[in-house]
């Protein structure tokens, strides 16, 4: 009887199993990690242009968290750069009060990872800032006072002066605020300086330039010898509306011997609009013959997550990476991995390489093979 009864149920039986074995292989496979095909690009960028991201603490760690584990991993196999950030508004936790204690484990998983490292922003528009600085008067001397130091204890905490190999000094400091350059940020309160950037006629676009763009340059140099960088958006194309004053700006803190060492193009991008490529090629070469330094800094192109948006992207993604490379960008640094990995920044523009779960998108093998070909 026993055997009979088995008999009839063996096929359903069967069936159970089968159907187990498939769940069970789904649940594996959904938490390997996909490996892109191809080379990865930190091995096709070659010696002379680093490939890095932002990388923030969350996404890293906790160690015993399944995604960040995924994220590190992913990280190790294709960076040979990374960006930390050091926002004040996230530092800050009172006056001269800092929290550095997540800002440095992440600072020593790059060094201990042998990545190339970048910190941005050390000043910057207000929005960057925690409201309660904002909200307090001070006198210029007291606000500068404030600038340097922070700026000489981050670099003096976890000794991070040496450790990271570039500072963000200032990022954004056009930032055009209703039309108007130079705008939206506390540290205007320091003043002006007239313009000594050499420019004439059409070229010189701006009279004068803020006086905290100049000192933020001169007090990280007293902590640091490593690379000082120059940021912003909106700078990268020929038709931008700040392209010819920020190459104005650092020509005048040229001219006056600040510590200027590169030039950061934020480069955010949106395949419903079209761009000059040869033109960010040639705007790269145009600071490299001042002897900077220039990096893509935020690579990101958005899209409309469509089958056709994402084909675009992944154009995209060739046309600019070929630009810089053709240009001679040192190093090209994404805004992130994968999709969702910077909060709600963007989250419905797809506007990265890997999808949530860290399967390489077409824009993935459209970064890779220009670098394939552009060696």
Not at 183 to 211: C, F, M, Y
Not at 365 to 373: D, I, P
Request: glycine content about 8%; aromatic content about 14%; proline content about 3%.
């Amino acid at each position: 009887m026993k055997y009979r009864y088995f008999r009839k149920y063996k096929q359903t039986l069967i069936s159970i199993f089968i159907i187990i074995g498939v769940l069970i292989f789904l649940v594996i496979q959904s938490s390997a990690q996909v490996l892109p095909s191809g080379s990865r690009l930190k091995d096709l960028a070659t010696s002379n242009t680093k490939i890095g991201s932002v990388g923030t603490y969350n996404t890293f760690f906790p160690e015993d968290g399944k995604s960040q584990q995924k994220y590190r991993t992913l990280f190790q196999r294709e960076m040979s750069a990374g960006t930390v950030l050091c926002y004040p508004i996230s530092l800050w936790t009172g006056f001269k009060q800092y929290s550095f204690s997540e800002f440095n484990r992440t600072v020593n998983w790059f060094e201990n990872n042998g990545l190339a490292q970048m910190a941005h922003l050390l000043v910057g528009p207000s929005q960057y800032y925690p409201q309660w600085f904002l909200d307090n008067s001070y006198t210029n001397e007291q606000l500068e006072d404030i600038m340097e130091d922070f700026i000489r204890e981050v670099m003096h905490s976890n000794n991070n002066g040496s450790k990271i190999d570039v500072w963000n000094v200032v990022n954004e400091a056009l930032w055009l605020e209703g039309g108007a350059p130079y705008t939206g940020t506390i540290w205007n309160q320091l003043g002006r300086e007239e313009d000594q950037s050499g420019l004439t006629g059409a070229d010189k676009i701006l009279n004068q330039h803020p006086v905290y763009i100049r000192r933020a340059f001169e007090i990280a140099r007293k902590y640091t010898s490593n690379k000082l960088e120059l940021r912003d958006n909106g700078i990268e194309f020929p038709d931008d509306d700040e392209y010819q004053m920020f190459y104005q700006l650092v020509k005048h803190l040229l001219n006056q011997g600040v510590p200027l060492d590169a030039v950061g193009f934020q480069t955010h991008l949106n395949t419903n609009d079209t761009y000059d490529w040869e033109g960010l090629k040639n705007n790269i070469r145009r600071y490299k013959d001042l002897g900077l330094e220039v990096y893509i800094t935020e690579l990101d192109v958005g899209n409309d997550g469509s089958e056709q948006g994402r084909e675009k992207q992944k154009q995209y993604y060739y046309n600019v990476v070929k630009a810089a490379r053709e240009g001679g960008a040192d190093q090209i640094h994404l805004w992130g991995l994968n999709d969702g990995q910077m909060g709600d920044y963007r989250e419905d523009e797809f506007a990265l390489l890997f999808e949530g779960y860290m399967e390489p998108k077409p824009a993935y093998y459209g970064f890779q093979q220009a670098l394939t070909n552009y060696q």
